[in-house]
């Protein structure tokens, strides 16, 4: 499912720094022929234990993750609506995309140049904010850019000040107050960038040393993924276990359609397990003895965590 996450801000706030940590967890192209392959654009697994757990289930020769795909938009300055810097060629690249990743610089770097006089991300996220208002005012009949759904991304530093870790700073409680109801993560860009050629096995001590115990770039991922509406639901087996990419709320021929269209022009029946059902059950015959393998017909919406079979005339 061709859907993506355009990466913006403004310039160095560590946009580039975070889509080269996010690009170390790309999937093979090969697997997902709807990617455009670009230096700017990657295609990135969707961590989920669930797959990975059927996988060692089912001993699956394939172990095959959904995916998302990140694109790395210029910097936009003040007057981007109106050409300035690559203005109308950031523009047009976020009217491409589905939903907004909006990085914001949390930390105080003097080393690192801010293009504003002080550190404040609520204003930064009103500069882009008004830029891309301002952008549909001036072409009402293109799709409106401000009404793209947006995760914002938090950018701390290890080491440095950060405005999180001084929770009476006016900076602060704006923007605290301002993303109350809104979605987004904290994540140590340089960090995970850092990290993002360590075996699994050596991340976490060094995790322990930045001071950043949490995986932000996995959280970035999902919260990314459920921003756009996208489920998982599985196929299980010797030979692969696979997530699969839909819109939530999508019935199970349209599902199907995602494994092959012949799912959903000549679909007949689904049978649907939960994940975690499945597992405890041991078996598919177990599941089915038990009662909790069920026999689903076209109406019935696909959840999140289904594994599915289908069958088709």
Known sequence: MALSIGIVGLPNVGKSTLFNALTKKSVLVANYPFATIDPSVGVVAVPDSRRERLAAFSQSKKDIPAAVEFVDIAGLVRGASE?????????????????????VRIF??????????????????????TEL??????????????????LYVLNKESGGHNLDETPTDERWVALREYLKDKTYVIVD?????ELKDLHQDDKQQFRQEYGALEDGINDLIKAG?????????????KDETRAWTIVQGSTAPRAGAAIHSDFETKFIRAEV?????????????KARELGVLRTEGKEYVVKDGDVVEFLHG
């Open 108 to 129: 105080d770097n003097p080393n690192i140049v801010s293009t504003q006089e002080q550190i404040n991300p609520l204003h930064d996220i009103e500069l882009i904010t």
């Open 189 to 193: 860009a340089n960090v995970e960038h």
């Open 83 to 103: 050409g300035e810097g690559l203005g109308n060629l950031f523009l047009q690249h976020i009217r491409e995309v589905d939903a907004i990743a909006h990085v």
């Open 273 to 285: 397990i939960n994940w975690q059902k499945l597992l405890e059950a041991g078996s598919w015959a």
């Open 225 to 237: 993924y459920e921003l756009l509406g996208l489920i998982s639901f599985f196929t299980t087996g």
């Open 133 to 150: 208002q301002l952008a549909d005012l001036g072409q009402p009949k293109a799709p409106p850019i401000s009404k793209k759904p947006v």
